[in-house]
């Protein structure tokens, strides 16, 4: 990283620490916030919240005051909001996730386990597809889509099959999504749709799972090889906008007032696109184009980094390789139990070559147009670190490695280096962290996935997020994982990563609104800046880091307006 970038991206979030002057003729504020624990997060030393009043003016905060001095900007329509010890945070911002995904999960089959949903083995998931069946009326040869079933935490251990999936129908073509989102398991009509069979061969990138000693595929698909079904993956939903809006007000109650569109096709792009003409998002979107087709045909097609209303498409999205609880992340060392069918060497696979990411890479920085990279595996993120340094990008770029899981110390020492960002998506360490410690990377190498506190002592920049819907948006949830690291049962996954809650704050507030470029305008509680803010039942930094799943969101408001 750049030695003068802290100095920089301090001075950046101190700007407009003075009172705005307001219209002579309208010196009165819309709404005044009175709370006894105001945690600006504009300082970068851990500080407490303390007593504050909020003056908000239309979308922007135009007056940080004393409780007694709060009278002055009361006017005959002002709003004055009495919180006492309930806290005022900067609004949480989503650095990684997928709120059109979010919204169409929500008209799937919840196949998850708990405590998202109510499967806890392959008779559950069976029951819980006849039930939707049943209940949404689906009419033969209709397509059954069910989301987020994991073979980690069913008592078989395993994928359900094309077998187990016929044995709920034979009449629908069933498709369940992973719920890593990287495989996809089908029965025998969803395959003869998608026209897998015997003689389909892998395609570059993915893996179509086999029988045992026979080349008939069993049900299971990999990353690449999803694409086949994926494009079947689709509910009953008349009101598309109305889902997504829906989302956005549900991201809300966890206190988010910018949402991220991680991978957007086409079709999400119009569905963003038309639900921002109407002014039917609540919050801010962002958006990032999945850029892995044709890097020269991207470069023109937006208005990149600049808000239409509340929707910025902001960069693009890179996809170089899969999923480490789903085992097809690119690691470059092997599994420790490798998944049925694969060798003791086995270490996943890229989704596309270092050469292709080397292109993609230097075409979209010589543009300067911002990369959301996902690199889950430490082969993958070499890809990404290598395609960044032969760049050589000289303008300020934020590429950000997206999850981050098992990054090596050396490569966070070169992401320093190379002024990138990673977000890491530490809410792994408690969904699956006892998964990964046991199967996926064994007890060293899963001790250290998400390195948030090597981050922090190298004094650089970072996030964290959910990969909504992959794990439901809980920033307050996100938050405790990332600072105790306690799997589902109980255990403390790398205790050396643990990192304080203020510096957890920091990646979902002021970092992330610099990893996307808004540090001017979000992240911290300061005059000038938006009025995205989240209310909290009590002050996180007054609250023990065991205890932070206690807290509740009590309001959000986003641009002004309360939105939760």
Known sequence: ?????????????????????????????????????????????????????????????????????????????????????????????????????????????????????????INDLQETLRAF?????????????????????????????????????TQHPILLIHVSGHLVAGNSRALARGGITAETPDPAGGV????????????????????????????????????L??????????????????????????????????????????????????????????????????????GVKLILDGSPQGKTAYLSKPYHVPPPGAGQDYAGYPTITPVRTNDLVGIYLQ???????????????????DAVAQARPEHDHRTVMIHAQTVREDQITQMKTLAMIPSYFSAHTFYWGDWHRDSVLGETRGANISPTASTVQRGMLFTVHNDAPIVPPDMLRLLWATTNRRTRSGQVLGPAQRISIYDGLRAMTIFAAYQQFEEQDKGTIEVGKLADLVVLSADPMKT?????????????????????
């Open 245 to 314: 809006t829906r989302a956005l007000q549900d991201y809300a109650s966890y206190g988010i007032t910018t949402a991220q569109d991680g991978a957007a096709g086409p079709d999400v792009m119009a569905l963003l696109e038309q639900a921002n003409a109407t002014d039917s998002l609540p919050l801010d979107v962002i958006a990032y184009p999945v850029g892995q087709a044709d890097a020269l045909s991207m470069v023109d097609r937006y208005n990149w980094g600049t808000y239409d209303k509340r929707l910025k498409v902001a």
């Open 367 to 385: 543009h300067e147009i911002p990369i959301i990279a996902h690199a889950n595996g430490d082969a993958a993120a070499q890809m990404l670190i």
């Open 1 to 121: 990283m750049k030695p003068n970038i802290w100095t920089k991206f301090f001075y950046l979030i101190t700007l407009g620490t003075a009172q705005l002057p307001l219209h002579a003729a309208d010196p009165y504020a819309d709404t005044i916030l009175i709370s006894n624990h105001v945690v600006t997060m504009a300082s970068r030393a851990p500080t407490p919240g303390e007593p504050m009043a909020i003056a908000i003016k239309g979308e922007r905060i135009v007056g940080l005051t004393t409780h007694a001095d709060a009278q002055r900007w009361m006017g005959p329509d002002t709003t004055r909001v009495e919180l006492e010890d309930q806290a005022i945070l900067p609004g949480f911002i989503d650095a990684h996730g997928h709120v059109s995904f979010s919204a169409l999960a929500t008209n799937l089959a919840n196949v998850a386990s708990p405590p998202v949903g109510p499967v806890t083995n």
């Open 208 to 243: 179509i799972r086999r029988r045992a000693n026979s080349s008939e595929p069993d049900g299971v698909l990999e990353e690449t090889a999803t694409y086949a079904l994926r494009k079947y993956m689709t509910a009953p939903n008349t009101d598309p906008v109305g889902s």
């Open 133 to 169: 069946i049943s209940q949404k009326d689906i009419a033969e040869g209709e397509w059954v889509v069910g989301m987020g079933y994991d073979d980690s935490l069913i008592a078989e251990q395993r994928h359900p099959n094309r077998d187990d999936l016929d044995q709920v129908s």
């Open 544 to 564: 023990e880091a065991a205890d932070l799943m206690s807290l509740e969101v009590k309001a959000t408001y986003a641009r002004g307006r309360k939105v939760f």
